[in-house]
C-alpha cells in the first residue's frame, strides 16, 4: 500500500468512531509515520481518549493512559526496579511509557520533574532504567492533552518541552450537524465498543509510508521559504520566541508527509504553508501587546504568512 491507500483507509476507519476532528487525525498519521508526537488542546468530552485508544487498535498496537495528577511520580511514568523476594534480586517493572500509543492525560497537571520524564522518550525514543537504555516499542506516539481553559494547580509545559512535539492539535467544540451524528452513534451503543471491530492496518504499512516519505524530493526555493517562514516568525512584532530551528526541521519533515499522502513525491509551497499553524502554534511566545490585541498563534501565523512571496 502507498502513503496515500494507507492515510486514506486511516482516516476512514477513524470517522467510523470519532465524528468530525479531520486535522487531528490528519496530524495523528503524519506524527505516526515521522515518529513524532502530538499535544491536543481541548475541552473535556471531545474524544481525545477515544481517538487514542482507536489509533493504536488500527496499528495493532498497545495503548497506554497515563493521568497527570500533582503526586505523578516520574517512576510512575517510565518504571522502576523492584525487588523480587523469591529470587533476591532486582526485576525491572517497567512503567506504561511503554505503549505503542500512549495518552499523557492533563499533562499540564505534573510538576515539572515529572513532565521532564516524557523528554527522553519522545526525543529519543527509549528510557533509561537502573543506567541501562531501554528501548520503546515502535511505532511510538505520545498524544498529551490539555485543557485550554482551566490553570489553576497546573503546571505549564515549558518552552523546552513543548518544542518536543510534532504538532499542536486544537480541538474545538463540534458543530450541531456533527454533535447530533455523536447522539446518533451514542444512542446505537457505545463507540468504544465499535473499536475492537476495526481491522489493524496491513503489517509494514507504516514502514512503507515511512519510507515512501523519505523519497520525497525537495527543491531548493522550498528550503529557502521554510527558512523565511522560521526567520520572520523571529523577527514579528507580535512574538516575544519565534520557532526554532527544530520547528523548521519538523516543518519541512512535515509537508513530505503530506506530499506523499496527496500521491506526490515532491512537496509544493502549499504542504508547507498548510502545515504552518500545526507546527508553530505550540512553539511561539506572544507579547504581551498581542494577548491584549485578542491575537493567538494561528492569527500571528496567518500575518507572518501573508507578509512572504510563496515560491513560484
Sequence with gaps: MTAKDTATRFETDLHRIIVGQNETIRLAYIALVLGGHVLIEGVPGTAKTLLARTV??????TFKRIQ????LMPSDVVGTSVYELSTGEFRIRRGPIFGNVVLADEVNRAPA??????????????VTLEGVAQPLPDPFLVLATQNPVEYEGTYPLPEA????FLF??????????????????HDRGLPLADVASLAPLEP???????????????????????VRVAGES??????????????????????????????????????????????????????????????????VVRRILARLDVPR
Design 168 to 185: 499542536k492539535a486544537v480541538v474545538r467544540y463540534p458543530e450541531p450537524a456533527e454533535e447530533i451524528a455523536i447522539l446518533q452513534a
Design 56 to 61: 493504536a487498535q488500527l496499528i495493532g498496537g
Design 113 to 126: 520533574k515529572t513532565q521532564s520524564a516524557l523528554l527522553e522518550a519522545m526525543e529519543e525514543h527509549q
Design 161 to 164: 518541552q513543548l518544542d518536543r
Design 68 to 71: 497527570f495528577t500533582p503526586d
Design 204 to 226: 509494514g504499512a507504516l514502514h512503507d509510508a515511512r519510507a515512501e516519505v523519505e523519497a520525497v524530493t525537495v527543491e531548493g526555493s522550498i528550503f529557502e521559504y521554510i
Design 234 to 299: 523571529r523577527r514579528s512584532p507580535d512574538v516575544l520566541l519565534g520557532a526554532s530551528p527544530r520547528a523548521a526541521v519538523h516543518l519541512l519533515r512535515a509537508a513530505k508527509a503530506a506530499a506523499a499522502i496527496d500521491g506526490r513525491d515532491y512537496v509544493t509551497p502549499d504542504d508547507v504553508k498548510s502545515l504552518v499553524p500545526a507546527v508553530f502554534r505550540h512553539r511561539l511566545v506572544l507579547k504581551a501587546e498581542a494577548e491584549i490585541e485578542g491575537l493567538d498563534a494561528d492569527a
